[in-house]
């Protein structure tokens, strides 16, 4: 893994942490926070959605989305947990 295979990961995890923020509203971690839930989303996500038979296209959008979706999830299931 280069260098810039890294940054590109950590920029994903932002955007894909920070939409999951604004989705699940009173859920962000803060920017290191979201940064990591991005990336386990990104895992989460490119696991999840071929199980389920989800395909979206294939380009740097199609991750961030599927990043977002993961992240919106954990975003969920870490609420439900904070809360009991």
Excluded: C, K
């Amino acid at each position: 893994m280069t260098a810039q295979s890294i940054i590109v990961i950590l920029i994903i995890g932002a955007i894909a942490g920070w939409l999951a923020g604004l989705i699940v509203r009173g859920a962000g971690f803060g920017l290191i926070g979201n940064i990591i839930v991005g990336i386990v989303g990104a895992l989460l996500a490119s696991w999840l959605l071929p199980q389920l038979g989800v395909s979206l296209g294939s380009s740097i959008t199609r991750d961030i989305i599927n990043a977002t979706i993961g992240g919106v999830i954990i975003l969920v299931i870490l609420s439900l947990i904070r809360r009991a």
